[in-house]
């Protein structure tokens, strides 16, 4: 009786990698395998610090990490990242999962809303609203707009990761920069609270202004 060897892999919807996290692969694909190489679309290097010295401060959307005995591949693409061991030996499957946790911790969170799992099941939600009464009578009529604004956002920012900007490598050290929502996060709270109170004003003006005269007029 002869044991078959089973493959194992994992997909991940979105990361953003830095170099610190792909000298952490490096490390563990080293201790645990040989032949280690990174390849572009151009070029194959031999270290993370090759590639970093090739492509200084730059962002890269595919690329392949690869090594051998156990064989373990990493694809990096602009639609889908991959990882994929040809063994299920203890210590194939030791070093998967220490890249699995690296690759986690890098993925976009929460990770089900950028899946299409999430695209399926708000499909069947939004299809059941208009089947539920309570949920599309003039007083829920205001939440489910703003519901809805959120929603097509949301869309378009999981299909446009999904489709170009599923891997973001981005070849410099996690503290050297501060991104767009870090450096503009109050600013972005206030623009976001002041948009959905407009939203909320707007609707409701709209939708129930003989209402509100008539408050008024009562009062004054």
Not at 9 to 24: C, K, N, V
Not at 186 to 206: E, K, M, R, Y
């Amino acid at each position: 009786m002869e044991r078959l060897s089973r493959t194992l892999s994992r997909d991940y919807p979105a990361i953003r990698i830095f170099l610190d996290d792909l000298e952490s692969i490096e490390t563990i694909l080293r201790e645990n395998g040989e032949r280690f190489s990174i390849e572009t679309e151009e070029y194959k290097f031999d270290s993370v610090k090759e590639l970093a010295e090739k492509y200084t401060g730059r962002n890269l959307l595919e690329m392949k990490i690869s090594s051998s005995n156990p064989h373990i591949f990493l694809y990096f693409h602009k639609t889908s990242v991959r990882l994929y061991c040809c063994s299920d030996e203890t210590k194939a499957v030791g070093t998967f999962h220490r890249l699995d946790v690296v690759l986690n911790s890098v993925s976009f969170k929460p990770r089900f809303l950028y899946t299409f799992y999430f695209v399926w099941l708000m499909i069947g939600v939004t299809s059941l609203i208009n089947y539920i009464p309570i949920l599309t009578d003039s007083v829920s009529k205001p939440i489910w707009i703003i519901f809805w604004v959120v929603y097509i956002i949301w869309m378009c920012r999981l299909f446009y990761i999904r489709s170009f900007r599923s891997s973001d490598i981005r070849l410099v050290y996690r503290n050297t920069i501060q991104n767009f929502f870090t450096k503009n996060k109050d600013q972005l709270t206030v623009n976001f609270i002041i948009a959905i109170v407009s939203i909320v004003g707007t609707t409701l003006v709209t939708n129930y202004s003989s209402e509100i005269h008539i408050l008024f007029s009562s009062l004054f």
